[in-house]
């Protein structure tokens, strides 16, 4: 009877060092990641808050995108009088990507010229959102207000969906403009392309972005 006591102790203790070094190990990597120093929020941040795992796991992405490249994220700048949130930027070698992330559950359907897109939900219910293409179009020309000296040309815009919802009927014109989820985002990195900043150019924009956005 006694060996099967200690047995079962040394099981839950061998539980217990496994979830901690578990814990340990997360709380290590994601305190040498580029989110933390990005953002400062700690691992138990992550845990708790929503929309806080989303945005790490939005830098997860783009920090592993081939080529010269920084990232920023929640970054806020002026639009029409009031600040407004940047979800991510991507200073990438072949471009400055202006991320805007949206957080929806259903089917989503818009065109690039409607003033609002429809989320369909279930039993013909439905939500009305402002069309995410025209909200990143005035972030981006509040960026390049910021940044009078980079070539518009450079600006490329990304409207990202989390996973939770599907495509239904989406219909772009634009070649600077990228309708994605967030599932998506590796196969999208891997396709970049072209030389339109140098290292130095990222490196500058950076540190003017870091301290402005």
């Given at each position: 009877?006694?060996?099967?006591?200690?047995?079962?102790?040394?099981?839950?203790?061998?539980?217990?060092?496994?979830?901690?070094?578990?814990?340990?190990?997360?709380?290590?990597?994601?305190?040498?990641?580029?989110?933390?120093?990005?953002?400062?929020?700690?691992?138990?941040?992550?845990?708790a808050n929503?929309?806080?795992?989303?945005?790490?796991?939005?830098?997860?992405?783009?920090?592993?995108?081939?080529?010269?490249?920084?990232?920023?994220?929640?970054?806020?700048?002026?639009?029409?009088?009031?600040?407004?949130?940047?979800?991510?930027?991507?200073?990438?070698?072949?471009?400055?990507?202006?991320?805007?992330?949206?957080?929806?559950?259903?089917?989503?359907?818009?065109?690039?010229?409607?003033?609002?897109?429809?989320?369909?939900?279930?039993?013909?219910?439905?939500?009305?959102?402002?069309n995410p293409?025209?909200?990143?179009?005035?972030?981006?020309?509040?960026?390049?207000?910021?940044?009078?000296?980079?070539?518009?040309?450079?600006?490329?815009?990304?409207?990202?969906?989390?996973?939770?919802?599907?495509?239904?009927?989406?219909?772009?014109?634009?070649?600077?403009?990228?309708?994605?989820?967030?599932?998506?985002?590796?196969?999208?990195?891997?396709?970049?392309?072209?030389?339109?900043?140098?290292?130095?150019?990222?490196?500058?924009?950076?540190?003017?972005?870091?301290?402005?956005?």
């Open positions: 009877m006694m060996q099967g006591v200690s047995l079962v102790k040394l099981i839950l203790i061998i539980l217990v060092i496994l979830i901690v070094g578990y814990f340990m190990v997360n709380i290590y990597r994601h305190d040498n990641s580029t989110f933390y120093k990005l953002t400062g929020y700690s691992y138990l941040d992550m845990v929503k929309k806080i795992r989303t945005m790490y796991r939005l830098v997860n992405e783009l920090d592993q995108v081939n080529g010269n490249h920084k990232v920023l994220v929640d970054g806020q700048v002026p639009v029409n009088g009031e600040l407004q949130t940047i979800s991510g930027i991507l200073l990438h070698e072949s471009g400055i990507y202006v991320m805007n992330l949206k957080e929806k559950s259903g089917w989503i359907n818009g065109r690039e010229q409607d003033p609002e897109w429809k989320e369909l939900l279930h039993q013909e219910k439905f939500r009305v959102f402002e293409i025209h909200e990143t179009k005035r972030l981006i020309y509040a960026l390049q207000d910021q940044l009078p000296e980079v070539d518009e040309q450079v600006f490329q815009s990304v409207v990202l969906f989390t996973n939770g919802c599907s495509f239904q009927k989406i219909e772009i014109q634009s070649e600077h403009v990228e309708v994605l989820k967030t599932g998506e985002l590796k196969k999208w990195g891997s396709s970049l392309r072209g030389k339109a900043l140098s290292e130095t150019d990222i490196q500058t924009l950076f540190a003017t972005l870091d301290g402005s956005t």
